[in-house]
C-alpha cells in the first residue's frame, strides 16, 4: 500500500506503534467549514452500530465538559473496518430510558487513540447531544454513522481540545438538518418513541 493510500482503523491497529497524529494548529483551526461532507448520505454511510454503553477513563465528562459513552470493542468493526480514525456525526438512541431521553437524538463519535491522552486501544466514544439526567453505563445504545468530520488530531491544551469538540457539535448539527440525513433519526433501526 502506498503512503497516500488511506488506512482503516482496524488496519492501523495492527501496526506495531500508533500512529502520529497531527498538532492542531491556528490556521487548521480557523479553515474549519461549518458542514460536513456531501448533502446526499453516501456509501459507507449509514453505518449501524449497537453495544451495551461501556465505562471510558471518565476523562470525558469531568474534564472536557463533554460526556461519552464507549462502544464495547466487538460492536466497533462494522465502523472501525471501513473507516479511518476520526471524528464522525450521525444519530444514536439509548435503550431503557423514560421520557425525551428515549428520542434519536444526534452525536458526535470519535473512533481512535485519542492522541491527545495517548490511549493504547481503538476506541469508539459517542457523545449525544442531549442532557441526560444520569450516566447511562450498561445500557444498549443503537447509533447510525452518516458522515465524517475530520481527523483526529494533538493538542497543545485540554482547551484546544474543547474548543474543537464544541465546532464539531455545531458542524454535526447543521450537517443533519439536511433533509437527507435528518430522515435517517426516523430509521427502522432505532426503537419507536413511546410518549
Ligand atoms: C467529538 C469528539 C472529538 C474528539 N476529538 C479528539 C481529537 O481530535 N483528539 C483527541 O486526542 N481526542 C479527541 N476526542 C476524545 C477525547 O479525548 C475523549 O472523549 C476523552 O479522552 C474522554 O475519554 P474518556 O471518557 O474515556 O476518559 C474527541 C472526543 C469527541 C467526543
Redesign the pocket.
Known amino acids: 500500500m502506498s503512503q497516500h493510500d488511506v488506512h482503516t482503523a482496524e488496519e492501523l491497529q495492527t501496526l506495531p506503534e500508533r500512529p502520529t497524529?497531527p498538532l492542531?494548529t491556528d490556521t487548521s483551526r480557523k479553515a474549519r467549514p461549518d458542514i460536513a461532507g456531501p448533502d446526499t448520505v453516501q456509501p459507507p454511510y449509514p453505518i449501524f452500530l449497537s453495544g451495551a454503553v461501556q465505562?471510558?477513563?471518565?476523562?470525558?465528562?469531568k474534564?472536557?465538559g463533554?460526556?461519552?459513552a464507549?462502544l464495547p470493542d466487538e460492536s466497533i468493526s462494522p465502523m472501525s473496518s471501513v473507516c479511518e480514525t476520526?471524528?464522525y456525526f450521525g444519530f444514536a438512541q439509548v435503550s431503557g430510558v423514560d421520557g425525551d431521553e428515549a428520542k434519536v437524538h444526534p452525536m458526535?463519535?470519535?473512533l481512535?487513540?485519542?492522541?491527545?491522552?495517548k490511549?493504547e486501544r481503538l476506541?469508539a466514544?459517542?457523545?449525544i447531544m442531549y442532557d441526560f439526567s444520569s450516566d447511562f453505563y450498561g445500557h444498549n445504545m443503537q447509533a447510525l454513522v452518516l458522515g465524517y468530520?475530520?481527523?483526529?488530531?494533538?493538542?497543545v491544551s485540554r482547551e484546544a481540545?474543547i474548543e474543537?469538540?464544541e465546532t464539531?457539535?455545531r458542524v454535526?448539527l447543521n450537517s443533519l438538518a439536511r433533509p437527507a440525513y435528518d430522515k435517517f433519526a426516523s430509521d427502522p433501526h432505532f426503537h419507536p418513541h413511546k410518549l
Request: hydrophobic letters at 30%; charged letters at 25%.
Open positions: 497524529a492542531r465505562r471510558g477513563f471518565g476523562r470525558g465528562g474534564d472536557l463533554c460526556p461519552t464507549n476520526g471524528v458526535v463519535m470519535s481512535g487513540w485519542n492522541p491527545f491522552y490511549n476506541t466514544e459517542i457523545h468530520i475530520r481527523p483526529e488530531l494533538d493538542y481540545l474543537d469538540i464539531d457539535k454535526a
